[in-house]
C-alpha cells in the first residue's frame, strides 16, 4: 500500500531533482523581462517610450514591452503609480490590471487591439489618467463592451486615439462619474453630434471636451440612438472648453450649440461661408476664441464681422490660426467690444496692416503677431505718444532686422518680450528704453553680434535674456551690470571673442542667477576674476571647441551644482577643468575623444556628484581609466556614451556604492569583467543602448548574471551585437555556440544522462516494480527451497528436540488508520478476543508495540509474529503513509512465505475508480476474496464467525 501512496511524491522528488540539475543550462529568461519599473529621478536617464506620458510626481514608473498580458503583468510592482503597456496586445480581459491597486496613470499602446473585455479596468480605485491607443494614423473599430470601463469611478481623464465610435456608444462611458477630460483623437465621424451621443448623462463633472482630427464636417442635431435622444445632454452643460482641432467645420446648424452657453476657450478650424453661422449655433459666452481657417479671406472684407462675433461672445481672447485677411485697422478692431483683451495672430496673412489698429483697444494685454513675415514693428512710432496697457508681445519667426531706439517706449507695462528667430542685426541706442517691468526678453535665434553696454540698461526687472544663436564679435564692459533680479542668462556662439571676462561684463554676478549658459564656439578664455557669486546655486552650461578658465578657484565656481559641457578642451592651466567645481552634484560632459590629451581620472576629485554624463571622453590613450570614478561614493546614475574604454572592472568601480543606474553606449568593442556589478550593492537597472561586445567567453559570465539577479534590471541586453573577425553578430545567439566550454559539455551530459536515469526510474517505479517484487521473492524461496536443505535438516532436528516449533505470538496483525482507532479497540478487539471460540490474540500497534522501539522495527517483528494481516481499509486508510508502510511490509512477507495471508476487510463502500489509483491493491481486490463491513446489523453476527474462521484456520494451518 505504501509503494502506492507515495508514488506522486517521488514523481514530485524527481521533477525537483531535474530542475535543479537544469540549472547547468543557460535560459537566460531575465534578459527578456519584458516590464521594466524605475523611480522617478532615475527617469530621465531611461530609454524613451513610445506613447508614453510621466507624470511628475507619479512615480515608480514601468514600461512593458507585452507578449502575454497577464503573465508578464506580473513582473510589475503593486507599488507602481504609472504603468505604460505597448507590444501585441489583442484582448484585454476582465481584472487584467486588478494586481496594481496603486496605479494612478495608465498608457495602452493597443495598435493590435480587437477588443476590451467588460470589467477590463477592474480593481484600479487610484486610476485617475487613462491613455489608449488604437492606431498610429487611421482609425478602428475595436469592441468595446458596456462596461469596459466599470469601476473606473475615479478617472479624471481619458484619452481615445484612432478608436471607431459608433452612435448611440454611450453605454461604454456610463461608468465614468468623475470624468473631467475626455480626448477624442482620430475617431470616424462626419457630424459632431455623433460624438455629443456618446457622451453619458452621468458624466456631469466633464469640463473638457477634445475631439481632434476626426474628420468632422457638420455640427446637427439630429438626435440619438434612431431619435429616441436628442442632445444636448445634461452632461454637456458642464463643459468648459471645447477643442475640435484638425477638423474643417464647413456646416453649423442652427442652435446646435446652445448647450454651451459659458464657455471658457472654443477651438474651430471653420470653413463655412459665414462667421454668423458660429453665432446662430446657439453657443453663449466664449471667454477664449480660437479659428483656423481662411473664411476671413474668402467671406468678410475687413476685421468687422470677426469683432461682431467677438463682440457677441464676449471674448476676451481671439486667436486667428492660418487665415487670410484682407486689413486690419483701428476702425476694423473697433467693434471687437470692450471685453477683448488679447489677440493672437499667427502663420497668417494680413494685405493691408495699419500699426495703428491697437490705439482703438488700448486695454489690450497681450498680442501675437508670429510667422507673418513683418520686417518691421512700429507700433510706437505711429502711436502719437498714445500710451499701450500691453504687458505681452510676440513677434516671433518675422523678418525684423533692427530694433530702433524707443521703439516700445509706448508699452510702459510691458513685462515679456518675445523676438526669437527674427534678423535682427543691430539693438539701437534706448532699443528697450521704458520697459522698466520687462522680466522676460528672447533675441535668440537672430543675426545680433554686438553686445553694448546701453543694450539692457534700465532693465531692472529684467529675469530671463536669451541671446543664444547670435554670433557675437564684441561684447562691451557693464553689458549685464544692471541686471540685479535676472534668473536666467543664454549668450552667445562667441566666435570672435577669445577672452571672455566675467567680471567686467557682471561687475558682480546677479544675486539670484540661476541658470547662466554660454556658447564660445571656437575657443575663448573665460576669466572670473573677483566677481561675487550669487547668493544660492546656478546651473552653468559651457559649449565651444576650446575652453580654458583662469582664476580655477573662484568662489563663482564653488557656487555651481550642476555643469554640462561640450567642448574637446577644458582647461585650467592646461588640466582637466571639472575638479575645480568642487560642490558639483550633476555633470555632463561631451568631448572630442581622441583629439584631447586629458586626465579625465581626476573627475574622482568631485566627492558630491549624484549624475555624470561622460560622452566622447578618450579615457584609454591619455588616462588612468581605473581610478577614474573612485570616491564617487554619492554618485546614483552613470551614462557613459564612447568613451573608448576596452575594459569595465571591478576595481573601477569599487566607491559607487550608490550607484543606481548604469547607462553604456560603445562603438568599440567592450569587455566587461567578471564581477563588475558585485561592488554596486544598489545598481537597479543596467541600460545598453549600444555595447559591441568582443565575441569573447570572457563575456560570457554577463550572461549568467543578467539571468540569476533579481535586483537589477538589464534592458536592452538582448539587442546587442559582438564583433568577430570585422562581423557584428548577434551576441547572445554567438556566446551560445561560440562558449561551450569542456566544464559546460560535461555539465549538459551528467544533466541529460541523470534527466533520463531518473525518468527510467519512475517509469519502472511506477510500473514495472511489483512484477519484479513478484518474481524476486518467488526465486528466493525457489532458492530456498533448492539449496537451503541443511537449513532444514537442522529445523527438522529441531523439532525432534523440542518436539514443535517455535509458536507465533500473535494470530493476527490488525493494520488500521488512528480514524478507526475506535472501531477496532470497542468493536473488533472485544469480538475477536475476549468473545466467541477460538479467542484469538490480535496485534494492535497502539497497545502491543514496543516502546522505545523503532516504528519500522516494530512492523516488521509484529508482522513477521503473526500468523496473518488483517487490513481495515477505508478512504483514510488509503491517505496513510504508515497504513501503506503496513500493507507493502506484509504483501512482502505473504510473496516470501505462502503461509502468511493477507485479509482485506473494506469499512467504507470504495468505487473501483477510486481504488484505481492504488494499482497493487486494486490488483488483490480482483485476484481474491475480501470481506466487507455490512450496513445491517443482522448480518454482522456472520461477518464476526466468518472472521474469526479465517483467521483460526491461518493458525491451525500453521
Known amino acids: 500500500m505504501f509503494a502506492f501512496a507515495t508514488n506522486s511524491n517521488f514523481l514530485r522528488f524527481f521533477w525537483r531533482i531535474a530542475l535543479g540539475l537544469s540549472i547547468c543550462n543557460v535560459v537566460l529568461t531575465r534578459i527578456t523581462k519584458r516590464c521594466i519599473t524605475i523611480e522617478e529621478h532615475l527617469l530621465k536617464q531611461m530609454p524613451w517610450t513610445p506613447h508614453c506620458l510621466h507624470y511628475p510626481g507619479k512615480g515608480p514608473y514601468a514600461n512593458c514591452n507585452i507578449t502575454d498580458l497577464s503573465t508578464d503583468l506580473s513582473q510589475v510592482g503593486f507599488e507602481v503609480r504609472t504603468l505604460c503597456v505597448f507590444g501585441d496586445i489583442t484582448s484585454i480581459p476582465a481584472k487584467a490590471f486588478s494586481h496594481l491597486p496603486s496605479l494612478e496613470v495608465l498608457h495602452i499602446d493597443g495598435i493590435r487591439l480587437e477588443r476590451v473585455q467588460a470589467g477590463a479596468f477592474e480593481g484600479l480605485p487610484n486610476l485617475k489618467y487613462l491613455s489608449m491607443l488604437f492606431s498610429d494614423d487611421l482609425y478602428r473599430l475595436v469592441k468595446m463592451d458596456n462596461r469596459s470601463f466599470a469601476g473606473l469611478n475615479n478617472l479624471e481623464e481619458l484619452s481615445l486615439t484612432g478608436l471607431m465610435l459608433l ?29 455629443f451621443c456618446c457622451i453619458s448623462n452621468g458624466m456631469t463633472r466633464l469640463r473638457h471636451l477634445n475631439v481632434e482630427d476626426s474628420e468632422i464636417s457638420t455640427i446637427e442635431n439630429k438626435g440619438c440612438a434612431g431619435g429616441s435622444m436628442t442632445w444636448p445632454l445634461t452632461a454637456l452643460s458642464g463643459v468648459q472648453n471645447l477643442y475640435l482641432i484638425g477638423n474643417n467645420i464647413k456646416s453649423i446648424q442652427a442652435n446646435s450649440l446652445n448647450i454651451f452657453q459659458n464657455l471658457s476657450s472654443l477651438f474651430l478650424e471653420f470653413e463655412g461661408k459665414s462667421l454668423g453661422s458660429i453665432w446662430e449655433s446657439g453657443v453663449g459666452k466664449v471667454n477664449d476664441l480660437t479659428l483656423k481657417g481662411k473664411v476671413l479671406k474668402k467671406y468678410s472684407t475687413n476685421f468687422k464681422d470677426l469683432c461682431h462675433l467677438v463682440s457677441s461672445l464676449y471674448s476676451q481672447s481671439l ?32 494685405d493691408n496692416l495699419d500699426f495703428r489698429f491697437w490705439t482703438s483697444k488700448l486695454e489690450m494685454q497681450a498680442l501675437q503677431m508670429a510667422y507673418m513675415k513683418l520686417t518691421d514693428a512700429p507700433f510706437c512710432f505711429v502711436a502719437n505718444s498714445t500710451m499701450w496697457s500691453l504687458t505681452s508681445l510676440d513677434l516671433t519667426g518675422n523678418s525684423i532686422t533692427n530694433i530702433d531706439g524707443d521703439q516700445f517706449a509706448c508699452m510702459p507695462f510691458l513685462e515679456q518680450l518675445y523676438l526669437s528667430q527674427n534678423a535682427i542685426k543691430t539693438l539701437q541706442l534706448h532699443a528697450f528704453r521704458g520697459l522698466l517691468r520687462l ?39 557693464g553689458t549685464f551690470w544692471d541686471q540685479r533680479e535676472l534668473r536666467e542668462l543664454s549668450f552667445g556662439r562667441l566666435e570672435y571673442v577669445y577672452e571672455l571676462h566675467l567680471e567686467n561684463i557682471f561687475f558682480e554676478f546677479p544675486p539670484k542667477l540661476q541658470r547662466l549658459s554660454i556658447d564660445a564656439h571656437y575657443g575663448t578664455h573665460i576669466y572670473i576674476g573677483n566677481a561675487s557669486p550669487p547668493n544660492g546655486t546656478f546651473a552653468l552650461e559651457l559649449n565651444g571647441e576650446k575652453l580654458s578658465f583662469a582664476d580655477c578657484k573662484s568662489d563663482v565656481l564653488m557656487a555651481v551644482r550642476e555643469l554640462k559641457v561640450n567642448c574637446t578642451f577644458f582647461l585650467c592651466e592646461n588640466l582637466f577643468m571639472a575638479p575645480y567645481f568642487l560642490n558639483l552634484e550633476s555633470f555632463e ?42 570616491n564617487l561614493t554619492q554618485l546614483q546614475t552613470l551614462v557613459m556614451v564612447n568613451c573608448y574604454l576596452s575594459f569595465l572592472t571591478k576595481s573601477m568601480f569599487r566607491d559607487l556604492t550608490s550607484l543606481q543606474l548604469l547607462r553604456l553606449y560603445s562603438d568599440s568593442p567592450l569587455i566587461l569583467t567578471d564581477g563588475v556589478f558585485g561592488v554596486l550593492p544598489v545598481l ?46 548577434n551576441f547572445l545567439a554567438t556566446m551560445e555556440k561560440l562558449c561551450q566550454t569542456d566544464a559546460q559539455y560535461i555539465c549538459y551530459v551528467a544533466t541529460a544522462s541523470s534527466i533520463s536515469l531518473l525518468l527510467s526510474a519512475a517509469v519502472g517505479y511506477r510500473f514495472a516494480r511489483w512484477p519484479s517484487l513478484v518474481l524476486f521473492f518467488r526465486l528466493k524461496g525457489w532458492m530456498e527451497r533448492r539449496f537451503g536443505r541443511r537449513w532444514n535438516r537442522r529445523r527438522r532436528r529441531m523439532e525432534d528436540d523440542y518436539g514443535e516449533i517455535e509458536e507465533m505470538q500473535y494470530d493476527a496483525f ?77 504483501t512482502h512477507r505473504q510473496l516470501e512465505e505462502q503461509k502468511h495471508r493477507l ?44 472472521l474469526r474462521r479465517n483467521i483460526a484456520e491461518d493458525s491451525e494451518a500453521s
Open 589 to 630: 560632459i561631451s568631448g572630442g575623444a581622441e583629439r584631447a590629451p586629458l586626465n579625465y581620472a581626476t573627475i574622482n576629485n568631485l566627492h558630491h556628484l549624484k549624475h555624470l554624463k561622460l560622452a566622447g571622453l578618450n579615457f584609454p590613450n591619455y588616462t588612468e581609466s581605473r581610478s577614474a570614478f573612485w
Open 814 to 890: 490488525v493494520s488500521f488508520c488512528s480514524q478507526d482507532e475506535a472501531w477496532v479497540l470497542g468493536e473488533m478487539a472485544p469480538r475477536l478476543e475476549d468473545q466467541g471460540n477460538p479467542r484469538l490474540r490480535l496485534c494492535l500497534h497502539n497497545r502491543d508495540f514496543e516502546v522505545g522501539k523503532d516504528i519500522m522495527d516494530n512492523i516488521t517483528d509484529s508482522i513477521h509474529n503473526s500468523q496473518c494481516t488483517v487490513c481495515l481499509i477505508s478512504r483514510r486508510y488509503l491517505r496513510s503513509d504508515w497504513c501503506g508502510l503496513e500493507m507493502r511490509v506484509a
Open 439 to 477: 522680466k522676460i526678453l528672447q533675441l535668440d535665434s537672430n543675426k545680433i553680434s554686438q553686445l553694448s553696454a546701453n543694450d539692457f540698461k534700465n532693465l531692472h526687472a529684467l529675469e530671463v535674456l536669451l541671446i543664444n544663436d547670435n554670433i557675437i564679435e564684441t561684447i562691451e564692459t
Open 684 to 729: 537597479k537597472a543596467f541600460i545598453l543602448d549600444r555595447v559591441d561586445f568582443q565575441c569573447s567567453c570572457e563575456n560570457g559570465w554577463l550572461l549568467d548574471w543578467a539571468d540569476s539577479t533579481e535586483k537589477v534590471q538589464v534592458i536592452y541586453l538582448q539587442k546587442q551585437q559582438c564583433v568577430w573577425h570585422y562581423q557584428k553578430l
Open 903 to 946: 485479509i482485506l476487510i473494506f469499512l467504507q463502500h470504495i468505487s473501483p475508480f477510486e481504488l484505481s489509483a492504488f494499482h497493487r491493491l486494486a490488483k488483490l481486490v480482483r485476484s481474491r476474496t475480501y470481506l466487507d463491513w455490512p450496513e445491517d446489523e443482522g448480518d454482522r453476527e456472520h461477518f464476526w464467525d466468518r
Open 319 to 350: 486667436s486667428l490660426v492660418y487665415t487670410s485677411i484682407d486689413r486690419l485697422t483701428a476702425e476694423d478692431l473697433k467693434d471687437c467690444g470692450t471685453k477683448l483683451t488679447k489677440l493672437l495672430i499667427q502663420n497668417s496673412k494680413i
Open 167 to 195: 452612435n448611440g456608444s454611450s453605454g461604454i462611458f456610463d461608468p465614468l462619474v468623475s470624468l473631467i477630460r475626455l480626448d477624442i483623437v482620430r475617431t470616424c465621424a462626419q457630424d459632431l453630434g455623433e460624438i
